[in-house]
């Protein structure tokens, strides 16, 4: 019981501790000087020319950006697959292990892949702006939808929760807070309450109707480069 509630307790913690970093506190402004959350031009930031409010994450998804990004990561699967491929060839030769038959070949699979981010960035009409935008939202969406479901925390909450039915009345009151807590956080990373916060609900949502293509792409990304 201890350790499973332990093992929980730390990927819950570990995924906390990411989002804090990512936001930290700003200090208020000193008296006597202009704050800067409001430019001489009088537009906030967060604040488009004309009043409309941007994305909380600076950068606002559209389907048809998307679409394109999701073709986009497509192409590079396919690509990163082709030189894996090339690299993993070379490197298994043992002939070639730290020879530089095999640092020209890292080499070339470096510039590959540089050629083919570009290529594939161009023809789905792209900007480099995009494409940094589109990964950050779709990286953080994806990614810890990806996690709560190979952590399985929902099952794992279950467990704990019928052997602490099977504990004394008292120990069930000491680990209650703990539970309740849990609960609360995975429900909080099943709703990507912090994720929604930092890009904005719109960003978010527009994400999730092309779930199922993009965790594809993932699973694949991530399939590619751990067979390297």
């Known amino acids: 019981m201890r350790r499973s509630l332990w093992v929980l307790c730390a990927a819950l913690a570990c995924s906390a501790c990411k989002k804090e970093q990512a936001n930290p506190e700003v200090a208020p402004a000193k008296s006597g000087q202009r704050s800067p959350a409001v430019p001489q031009g009088g537009q906030a930031p967060g604040e488009a020319p004309g009043g409309a409010q941007e994305a909380p994450g600076g950068y606002a998804v559209t389907p048809e950006k998307l679409e394109a990004y999701v073709g986009y990561q497509r192409k590079l699967v396919e690509a990163y697959a082709a030189l894996s491929k090339d690299l993993a060839a070379v490197k298994g030769k043992p002939e070639t292990a730290g020879s530089m038959a095999e640092v020209n070949a890292t080499m070339k699979f470096i510039e590959g892949k540089a050629v083919a981010e570009e290529k594939a960035r161009k023809e789905a009409g792209l900007s480099e702006v995009d494409i940094n935008g589109l990964a950050d939202v779709v990286t953080a969406v ?16 279950k467990k704990l929760e019928a052997m602490q039915a099977k504990l004394s009345q008292e120990q069930q009151k000491e680990l209650a807070p703990q539970l309740e807590a849990m609960r609360e956080r995975v429900e909080s990373l099943r709703q990507l309450t912090e994720v929604r916060r930092t890009y904005g609900d719109a960003n978010v949502d527009t994400v999730l109707t092309r779930e199922a293509d993009l965790a594809k792409n993932y699973q694949d990304m991530m399939s590619t480069f751990g067979k390297r």
């Open 142 to 157: 994806i990614g810890q939808r990806q996690m709560v479901q190979t952590l399985q925390f929902d099952e794992e909450l």
